[in-house]
């Protein structure tokens, strides 16, 4: 035997410890269940489940700001009911109009909410843990975008139930208000759930392209202003002007387009506040649906195509 393969009593060794892991025995569940669970965990994050205080602070300022109208005409429906009846009751609040008037509260929701659901994790790299397992790429999108949409709607819908109390309350006979309410109200479920997945899918489809939640926050900011303001300017110039395709642009704006669509689910003339005669109520709404498979092919493709 060579020197080189003597072992000799000061060569290193090594040693073998038994730290007690045990191979997993249990269920796999696969593709579907993981992205469930990103889903459930990323609705908590929204609303700041399971996170210090401060995290909680945002979402429920800005959705209880939402309700606070609601839920001050539930508070004094007994009050409301005698100015109804006086014919006094002119600037209340309605299914119709409620987005209308306190949209911009939901658009601070998806400006706070939006950058942490999908900018923390390309920030701390941590994309190549979920990618590596059971979980897509699309299924990592899908379940975030999905989150976020359930936080809006839950969000858009509570003031429509402390309407529909109110308005019931209001009533002498509930079993009878009850009645006359809920087909007046059901509008309210397709209307708020086009607005909470345009929304949604425009927040996430931006945010993604940054791991830094203030440039988030700030594109996001940037973009509902822009393309609130410059299509309405070119189209007031084209009034003047005679442009026969400025009204068209109207159709692009995110916020003014979702208000249009949800007065088309209510019945609501269009004509009335401002909206162009060219243009039919289905059109708005078909605007915002194509608006949300627009950006939510943009969160796919913004996926299959980063880093992880």
Request: contains cysteine; charged residues 15%; positive net charge.
């Amino acid at each position: 035997m060579s020197t080189a393969n003597r072992v000799t009593a000061s060569s290193p060794t090594g040693n073998i410890y038994d730290l007690g892991y045990r191979h997993y025995d249990g269920k796999r569940r696969g593709r579907w269940y993981a992205a469930w669970s990103l889903y459930v965990d990323s609705l908590r994050g929204i609303w700041g489940f399971g996170r210090p205080m401060s995290a909680k602070a945002a979402p429920f300022i800005l959705a209880g700001l939402y309700a606070f109208p609601a839920a001050i005409q539930l508070a004094f429906s007994s009050v409301i009911a005698q100015s109804v009846k006086e014919g006094n009751a002119a600037n209340l609040f309605e299914y119709g109009n409620y987005f209308t008037g306190l949209g911009i509260l939901m658009i601070l929701f998806c400006v706070a909410q939006a950058p942490e659901v999908v900018c923390r994790d390309q920030r701390y790299q941590v994309l190549p843990l979920y990618f590596t397992r059971a979980m897509g790429r699309s299924d990592y999108a899908l379940a975030r975008l999905a989150s976020l949409s359930t936080a809006l709607f839950l969000a858009l819908m509570v003031p429509m139930f402390a309407l529909f109390v109110g308005d019931v309350l209001m009533g002498a006979d509930a079993f009878a208000a009850i009645g006359t309410e809920l087909p007046k109200s059901l509008p309210s479920i397709p209307a708020n759930l086009l607005v909470a997945v345009s929304m949604a899918s425009i927040s996430l489809a931006l945010s993604s392209y940054s791991p830094r939640r203030a440039y988030s926050a700030i594109g996001l900011v940037a973009y509902f202003l822009l393309m609130e303001a410059v299509p309405a300017i070119i189209y007031g110039v084209g009034q003047h002007a005679g442009w026969t395709w400025a009204d068209k642009l109207v159709l692009t704006t995110p916020i003014t387009s979702l208000q249009a669509a949800t007065d088309w689910f209510f019945g609501r003339s269009l004509t009335a506040r401002g909206f162009p005669d060219t243009l039919g109520p289905d059109a708005y709404v078909l605007a915002c649906i194509a608006s949300a498979a627009l950006f939510t092919g943009i969160l796919l493709f913004r996926y299959r195509r980063v880093a992880a």
